[in-house]
């Protein structure tokens, strides 16, 4: 036979391979409505891990998808900063399964997420209820 390519010639065991057991794979199905996202910067100690911070803050209540570490400033970020502070920008998504969300819902999330860094020892002290009370205010 005059073949101008090359061949390949193979031979599978049928029985091996119907011997291994099939494997059903299943994930999630996307989510049906949009997520809505914004930044949260919060003013903390240099010694504090940003780690600490997103578990404080995805332990809130807010119904948040997810939170995750966005940007870290160390230079003086505000006026009255000391060195001794820092500011860590988290990206906060937020989703309802059954519905698309409301500017209510994202303002209620993140008022949740702020009333949970409220006493917290590594934020900054009267920082979340400034940051309340101004939210309120617009």
Not at 28 to 37: E, I, L, M, T, V
């Amino acid at each position: 036979l005059a073949v101008p390519a090359e061949v390949v010639l193979a031979e599978l065991d049928l029985d091996a391979l119907l011997e291994v057991p099939a494997v059903s794979e299943t994930g999630d199905a996307p989510p049906r409505f949009p997520p809505s996202a914004f930044d949260l910067t919060v003013p903390s100690r240099t010694s504090t891990r940003a780690g600490t911070l997103r578990d404080v803050l995805l332990t809130c209540g807010a119904s948040v998808d997810g939170i995750d570490v966005d940007v870290e400033w160390t230079a003086a970020f505000s006026e009255g900063t000391s060195a001794e502070e820092r500011a860590l920008t988290f990206r906060v998504t937020c989703r309802k399964g059954d519905r698309s969300l409301t500017d209510d819902d994202v303002h209620s999330a993140r008022e949740a997420l702020l009333s949970g860094l409220l006493d917290h020892d590594d934020v900054r002290p009267g920082w979340a209820a400034e940051m309340i009370a101004h939210h309120q205010q617009s």
